[in-house]
């Protein structure tokens, strides 16, 4: 029956997060009437009441551009791997390899842009370690796009939400005033 709960719902994508991203947990309005019947969510005036809905949506919609950002984000990382990974290939297929590689076991200096932390290896383990950060970069970005179809819903369900209780409170205010127009004109008529 409400439209959010103080339960925040958790992102798949807080699971990469220090500081986890909090979206309210908005619910479609079934009941109108038992909804507006809550003094802690309607107290007779519409205002604050359309206000805290166009305030969900607007979270929402922030929460949304910010997922977006961070798959962008995520991609660039995902090009920047693919395109080490893919000079180390290049390098591997030189004439001089065999010497560098398995003669002189030359090592591969491998570091990604957002670790500090540089790794020191041979040509086999540099491609495996290549392949599991593209692997996890891969489970970053569905996780951060299913958010983002997650919060895209709940943002339109907090517009539709807002939209009908300005709707029903409309209309119910003009058979209000239906009404006092009748009784008034009946009373004026006799």
């Known amino acids: 029956m ?14 990469y997060r220090v500081d986890p991203v909090v979206v309210p947990n908005i619910q479609r309005i079934d009941n109108i009437r038992e909804f507006l019947e809550d003094s802690n969510i309607f107290n007779g005036d519409i205002n604050p009441l359309v ?4 305030s969900e949506y607007k979270q929402c919609y922030s929460i949304v551009q910010l997922l977006k950002e961070e798959v962008i984000e995520q991609n660039v990382l995902l ?6 990974m893919l000079e180390l290939q290049d390098q591997v297929k030189m004439s ?3 010497q560098r590689f ?12 957002d670790e500090t932390e540089i790794t020191e290896c041979n040509v086999p383990t540099a491609l495996e370690l290549y392949s599991l950060k593209m692997g996890k970069l891969y489970v970053k970005i569905l996780s951060l796009d299913t958010d983002i179809d997650f919060v895209t819903y709940l ?3 907090s517009l539709i939400n807002r939209d009908y209780v300005k709707n029903w409170y409309n209309k119910a205010e003009g058979q209000n005033e239906n009404v006092n127009t009748l009784k008034n004109n009946s009373e004026n008529s006799t």
Not at 2 to 15: F, G, R
Not at 79 to 84: F, G, L, N, R
């Open 51 to 54: 206000e805290r809905l166009d």
């Open 79 to 84: 090009d920047q791997v693919k395109k080490s």
């Open 2 to 15: 409400a439209t959010s709960s103080l339960l925040p719902i958790d992102l798949i994508s807080n699971k």
């Open 102 to 113: 398995l003669v002189d076991r030359e090592k591969i200096l491998v570091q990604f842009s």
């Open 96 to 98: 001089d390899a065999g």
């Open 155 to 157: 943002r339109n369900v």
